[in-house]
């Protein structure tokens, strides 16, 4: 069978470094108030000449590098994005042409956070159901772009980046030991819409509006989503917790991480946590993390990953893959 295998990865992150200090003169907020609830100590806020399409275009060429691959060995271009550059057309598009690419089909992904784990799935779709032979899966977001910075509960958490892997269909034999994606699992519930959400858009206000957050409520919910996802993309790869070798989440909060982690049986140990240095770039933090991981060593070929997400709407996914 047809198996879309990961063949490169890469990043790319906005030059200024906002840390909890500058924070601190900002809003009333405190370094040991932010790290103490969030983890996060510091994340990166894209200046004026840097965009969710410049970002993700770096990215883009750098997972392209690390494959060793050019534009013109892509047939699509999936990006997920909240804060896209248009309201249309699509920044993907916009990524095809920075790239020179005026082959292939390019579309943007909107599930916030699990937009990220959205696209890996719908890529993997299109390869495995024959309409592309390498996919260029893009995660890139300009959140401090759509932040109250007058609020100190979300102003603390978000920050700027992109990601990118390439993912190449491969044929392999069908069994849980073969390289690429093994199973992915979605869920999405609309019922939740006022915990995370941005107050505007063109439908409604005609403008682009600033994120807001029941800050406690995504949290009570949080845990016993991402343990559903991930229990149903384990079963569905033949897999269980012990499998794993390393478990890459969303990079929302470190305490949800822990919670979760620990919930599912994961140890420390093989959990993948950037949230520290990044805070929670949306669809952004899943392949930064990812890109991260496999720059220093940890991921390599072989191993078995888990990718899991949560966002607004709500929306939640995981992704099993092995290296």
Known sequence: MIRSQVRGVGSALPRRVLTNAELSQMVDTSDEWIVQRTGIR?????SDDETTASLGEAAARAALANAGLTPADIDLIVLATSTPNNTFPATAVEIQNRLGMHHGFAFDLQAVCSGFVYAVSVADLHIRGGMAKRVLVIGAETFSRILDWSDRTTCVLFGDGAGAIVL???EMHGTGADTGILSSALR???????K???????????????LRMEGKEVFKHAVGMITDVV??????????ADDLDWFVPH????????ASAKKMGIAPSKVVATVSDHGNTSAASVPLALSVAVADGRIKKGDLVLLEAMGGGFTWGAVLLRW
Not at 196 to 210: A, F, I, K, N, R
Not at 231 to 240: E, F, H, I, R, W
């Open 231 to 240: 229990t149903s993309a384990l079963a569905a790869g033949g897999a269980t």
């Open 42 to 46: 510091q994340r990166h806020i894209a």
């Open 168 to 170: 190449e269909a491969v």
């Open 251 to 258: 990079q929302a909060n470190l305490r949800i991480i822990d």
């Open 196 to 210: 995370l959400y941005v107050d505007g858009g063109p439908s409604t206000t005609g403008t682009v509006g600033h």
């Open 188 to 194: 999405s519930d609309g019922a939740h819409k006022d």
